[in-house]
């Protein structure tokens, strides 16, 4: 095995996979099993309320049955970010030493939403919050008040680069872009962006592969994880489906892994998005194996893929 490149999946129990999410799996796959790499199965159960034990117990089967393998991870707890909290809770505590953190107790809805990855088109500056610029005395009077705020991460006021190995260069100001961000909801969970960035970080992680949707995370994972003295991976974002008004949703039953199980082989399923990504010219079934000796990001497309939900 190639120890130099780790890649993995971290899929988030929320729903049932489908067709988009396998994409991302199968080409998180190939990206690493190509390079003869490691790769690492991370569950990203962060959300208590959003996280069932039914759809963590489908994920590993959905990937095993699809022929997807992994050699560390899930179900050991070390790999499940909910099992995780105490190495967050150290890396808060430093951010909160070098003075980058600062409590804000602006509107519920959006400190809930930050423990979820950012879903496409979602509003993430939030232009009005003032949290950081409050005066003593205001700070004091919301300190009294004995609502619990949640806490934003001081965004850097500077170009980050990324080279992302399929979409190229990213530039990104992350205070002018996106704003500080969300990196513990008022409840304590904490936020997406802190958790994908330390794990990458401590795991080892040196390829990340995932729907393009994340792209606009980058700079800020990359940046996160730099400060935190760490090396980043190199991202490379894989192309969305969509039903041709938005990227396809867990809700959409007729693509979840569990009714294309029932209606297809996963060959048959593997070659139908071997053919939708670009990696096969015509529909035959193959399996993810087969698939290594062609794997190259030059073929995966670029744009978005649409695909009647019927399909
Ligand atoms: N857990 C996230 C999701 O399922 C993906 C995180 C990532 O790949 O960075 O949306």
């Excluded at 967050?88 to 980058?100: M, N, V």
């Excluded at 850097?156 to 990213?170: A, S």
């Excluded at 949707?213 to 980058?218: A, C, E, I, K």
Aim: glycine share 8%.
């Amino acid at each position: 095995m190639n120890t130099n490149v780790v890649g993995r999946f971290a899929p988030s129990p929320s729903g049932y996979m489908h067709m988009g999410n396998l994409l991302a799996m199968l080409l998180a796959w190939l990206d690493c099993r190509s390079q003869g790499g490691k790769l690492i199965f991370r569950m990203e159960d962060l959300d208590p309320a959003r996280s069932k034990q039914v759809y963590i117990d489908a994920l590993g089967e959905d990937l095993r049955w699809l022929g997807l393998d992994w050699d560390e991870g899930w179900p050991d707890p070390v790999y499940a970010q909910s099992k995780r909290t105490e190495i967050y809770e150290e890396i808060f505590r430093e951010l909160q030493r070098r003075d980058l953190v600062y409590p804000c107790w602006c509107s519920r809805a959006e400190r809930l939403a930050a423990a979820s990855a950012p879903h496409p088109g979602e509003k993430e500056h939030d232009s009005g919050c003032r949290c950081a610029h409050l005066r003593a005395s205001e700070r004091l009077a919301l300190e009294v008040s004995g609502r619990k705020p949640a806490w934003k991460l001081r965004c850097p006021d500077r170009e980050i680069t990324v080279l992302d190995g399929h979409y190229g260069l990213v530039v990104q100001n992350p205070a002018r872009d996106v704003g500080d961000f969300i990196i513990r909801r008022a409840d304590g969970v904490f936020a997406y962006q802190l958790a994908v960035s330390v794990d990458d970080m401590q795991m080892g992680v040196t390829r990340v592969v995932r729907g393009r949707d994340l792209l606009n995370s980058t700079p800020r994972q990359k940046w996160l994880i730099e400060m935190l003295g760490g090396t980043a991976p190199t991202y490379c974002h894989a192309p969305l489906l969509t039903d041709g008004s938005g990227k396809l949703s867990k809700r959409l039953g007729s693509l979840s892994t569990q009714v294309l199980r029932r209606e297809m082989t996963a060959e048959a399923l593997v070659g139908r998005l071997a053919l939708l990504c670009g990696l096969a010219e015509s529909e035959v079934p193959i399996s993810p194996q087969e698939l290594i000796p062609g794997f190259s990001w030059e073929k995966i497309k670029k744009e978005d893929i649409v695909i009647a939900p019927d399909v």
